[in-house]
């Protein structure tokens, strides 16, 4: 049982750049306190914008000093004219402090297993020592193997996820990937793990009315490439498409992203004005409401995006990045595989034909839940089951129980 008339859960998210980990966590949060009215959440995140979101009642933030990661893998202080150590000394304490005022029941760490540069370790080991189950939460795709191996074994991850997680939770379905695969995990490491099957997302209840477009008109062809740190190559082509072939029969929204170079977004949006069916937004807190009024949906396809073509049941055209991750590439590679996506990938030559017989295509193609396994979208509800599990219901030895709802990895 919980130590607290409540149940308090703590959610940690490093997120150093983009909108991922702050929006599967700030999902996963507010299911937990619809699930259960007796529930608080609080996340802990190094977002710059997370405070730009709203957040049901019981779920709250702590926002940590930001950091950025540089092109040559270092970190650098986000805002913070101080050394990158002492940022992360600063978070690591924030950290701690946090788990140790808040003394959650349950911690869930999402992706990175000791925090950024391990600065969730001595959180772990602490909370390990009163007894507080740890999850760790994993996105369906991680990596090409090889290289997550490598950087797993400079992060020292095997360790923590040996001796200090009792559960490993995998946020998608194993027909997609196991991100786990091909890294030589110990048996007791994948009896661990669990996939729940994706995140569904649904529209807010509670969102302000969006303000009516200015140049066109729903349905139109949603393009999204995330928070936008690396989404010019995107935009830049399904513009390119629409200044060759004017007849492209839907109209199109796109939404740049808060993370995109500012330079950029005024350079597309002086494009998208010569146009008369092309509209441009910089970003959209309720991104939910504008996949439901599309009719198709072109993206990079990173883990949010991915669950939202699937859960709006909207047709998809992903073109994933392949650097510096392989994450998007394999995500769309397996979901084309499955009938659930069409893919194009990015040549480098980016000819606007290719990309305007392909955006002639997307409204036209079967929609995601035509190949849709049973229980696929059910990860919201099986979290919530796995969090009241663990509260409640759980044994001693987590590592032997199978608790409900989830599929366990088998080896």
């Given amino acids: 049982m919980g130590r607290h008339k409540d149940t308090r859960v703590l959610i ?10 702050l929006r599967r966590c700030r999902a996963i949060a507010h299911s937990l306190v619809g699930y259960d009215q007796n529930m608080s959440v609080l996340i802990l995140s190094g977002s710059p914008i997370i405070g730009n979101f709203d ?12 950091v950025i990661k540089l092109r040559n893998g270092e970190y650098t202080s986000l805002a913070l004219h101080i050394d990158i150590e002492e940022t992360l000394a600063i978070r ?6 946090t788990a140790e005022a808040f003394d959650p029941d349950i911690f869930i760490v999402d992706k990175e297993p000791l925090g950024l540069r391990g600065e969730v370790a001595g959180t772990l080991e602490l909370l390990k020592s009163k007894g ?12 090409e193997p090889a ?62 009315a969006h303000a009516p477009l200015n140049k066109i008109e729903a349905p139109y062809l949603l393009v999204t490439p995330g928070g ?35 330079e950029s977004q005024a350079e597309f949006q002086a494009r998208a004005d010569r146009l008369p069916n092309v509209e441009v937004i910089t ?34 055209l992903i073109v994933p990045r392949t650097v510096p ?7 769309a590679s397996r979901a084309q595989d499955m009938g659930l996506i069409r893919m194009l990938v990015d040549d480098g030559v980016r000819n606007p034909r290719d990309m305007s017989t392909a955006l002639r295509l997307l409204a036209s193609q079967p929609r995601p839940s035509a190949a849709m396994r049973p229980g696929m979208m059910d990860g919201l509800h099986t979290v919530s089951q796995l969090v009241n599990w663990l509260m409640h219901d759980r044994p001693g030895d987590a590592r032997s129980a199978h608790g409900p709802g989830a599929e366990r990895q088998r080896a």
């Fill in 12 to 21: 940690y998210s490093h997120d150093t750049f983009g909108l991922g980990h």
């Fill in 55 to 66: 957040f049901r009642a019981r779920v709250d933030f702590v926002r940590v000093p930001g």
């Fill in 92 to 97: 690591a304490s924030i950290v701690q402090h």
């Fill in 132 to 143: 507080t189950p740890l999850v760790l939460g994993l996105r369906d795709v991680l990596d």
């Fill in 147 to 208: 290289t997550l191996r490598a950087e797993w074994a400079r992060k020292r991850a095997l360790p923590a996820l040996r001796d200090l997680y009792d559960e490993i939770w995998v946020y998608g379905d194993p027909e997609i990937c196991d991100p786990l695969a091909g890294l030589g995990m110990p048996q007791m490491v994948r009896d661990k793990m669990r996939f729940t099957g994706y995140l569904r997302r649904e529209l807010p209840a509670d969102a302000p």
């Fill in 228 to 262: 936008g740190g690396d989404g010019q190559e995107l935009v830049d082509w399904v513009l390119s498409a629409y200044e060759t072939d004017p007849g492209l029969p839907h109209p199109a929204l796109l939404v740049l992203g808060p993370f995109m170079a500012s």
């Fill in 283 to 316: 970003f959209d807190t309720h991104i939910e409401s504008l996949f439901d009024r599309a009719v198709g949906v072109v993206a990079m396809g990173g883990y949010n995006t991915f669950c939202e073509i699937l859960s709006f049941d909207k047709p998809g």
């Fill in 325 to 331: 991750r392989k994450e998007q590439y394999i995500r």
